[in-house]
């Protein structure tokens, strides 16, 4: 299983931009990061998914640099509807199609006014 | 919009009883994930399902927890007898990849609590 190390807790203030790190130093190749939010007793949900470089969506930026033993989150601008748990997720690549799925113990961020 | 539905919300039982969580994926879906979630730590894999074949189930603690996915569609997870570490949220996701993407849609879950 691959092994994740994210921050406990972050605060920003509203219109910041926010940066989530995860640590993932034995991922290869054809493995994927993917991040996910998370509010209380809710289910997570899906925020964006990367393999290498830099992706981008209507809500966040990863970026992936070339040894991949990290990955960065990047909200832009972020609101007091944004404080929630943010989870890694490293993907595995364990053969015809499969992966080995382990999420990190998240990162609380607080949104401060 | 499609949801993931679970049942039930919330489950009170005794140590040593067993219990039954039930998860209706995404129509269409054909992955369908089991995880648990202890509080304040990130969610665990307990069995992953293709179609109605297990994928992985290698952190599943088999003397005890069971799952089923018969038609490949609902699934069903199931701990007997339960213990009092098996008090968690109990999250139920599909998934169908799309492009490169491979996005897992979560259900609500289920809380367990273990007297």
Redesign the interface.
């Known amino acids: 299983l691959a092994k994740t190390t994210q921050p406990i807790s972050m605060d920003s203030y509203e219109g910041q931009e926010v940066n989530i790190t995860c640590s993932h130093n034995n991922i290869a190749t054809n493995d994927?990061i993917?991040w996910?939010q998370q509010f209380p007793?809710?289910?997570?949900?899906?925020i964006i998914?990367g393999?290498k470089t830099k992706v981008t969506n209507e809500v966040a930026s990863l970026f992936i640099p070339a040894d991949r033993k990290s990955s960065t989150l990047s909200l832009p601008r972020v609101s007091l509807s944004d404080t929630a748990v943010y989870?890694c997720l490293v993907?595995l690549y364990?053969g015809a199609g499969?992966?080995?799925?382990?999420?990190?113990?998240?990162t609380k961020l607080s949104v401060i006014p | 919009e499609a949801e993931v539905a679970q049942s039930p919300r919330y489950k009170i039982t005794e140590k040593s009883q067993a219990v039954a969580f039930w998860c209706d994926p995404i129509s269409g879906h054909a992955t369908l994930y089991w995880y648990r979630q202890i509080l304040g730590q990130g969610p665990e894999l307990l069995v992953q399902f293709q179609d109605e074949s297990v994928v992985d189930d290698s952190q599943l603690p088999k003397d005890r927890f069971s799952a089923e996915r018969l038609k490949g569609v609902d699934s069903t997870l199931k701990i007997q007898p339960a213990e009092l570490g098996d008090s968690a949220m109990y999250l139920c996701a599909s998934s169908t990849p799309r492009d490169t993407v491979n996005e897992q849609f979560f259900g609500p879950g289920t809380r367990l609590t273990v007297l």
């Open positions: 994927y993917t996910y007793s809710q289910g997570p949900r899906f998914q393999y989870y993907g364990s499969s992966y080995q799925l382990t999420f990190g113990k998240g």
